[in-house]
């Protein structure tokens, strides 16, 4: 029997990355039991909370394609104009 860490990204159209890290025990049989889920989200640009998960170098360099410089503009972009429109709509104008 084998323990492993498993980690999956999955990134979504907007640039948010949905991280799940599973520690995976694999049997002498080839089966494998998930003994711990773990997932959290980032959003485009969180640099500092990818930092503190201690990522794979692996992982680190998919993150940094997927979070171009045009990807964190445009999803910050889109962050501030649901902000506004809330704004407004809490304002009644």
């Not at 890290?21 to 049989?29: A, M, N, P, S, Y």
């Not at 997927?66 to 910050?76: D, F, M, P, R």
């Amino acid at each position: 029997m084998n323990i492993v860490e498993q980690i999956n990204l999955d990134i979504a159209p907007d640039g948010i990355i949905q991280i799940l890290k599973q520690e995976v025990l694999i049997k002498d049989d080839g089966t494998e039991v998930v003994l711990q889920n773990w997932r959290t989200t980032v959003a485009p640009g969180e640099f500092n909370k990818i930092a503190k998960l201690q990522l794979a170098d692996y992982h680190l360099s998919i993150i940094q394609a997927a979070w171009t410089s045009e990807v964190i503009e445009s999803y910050q972009r889109k962050q501030d104009e649901q902000e506004e429109k809330r704004t407004t709509e809490m304002s009644g104008f």
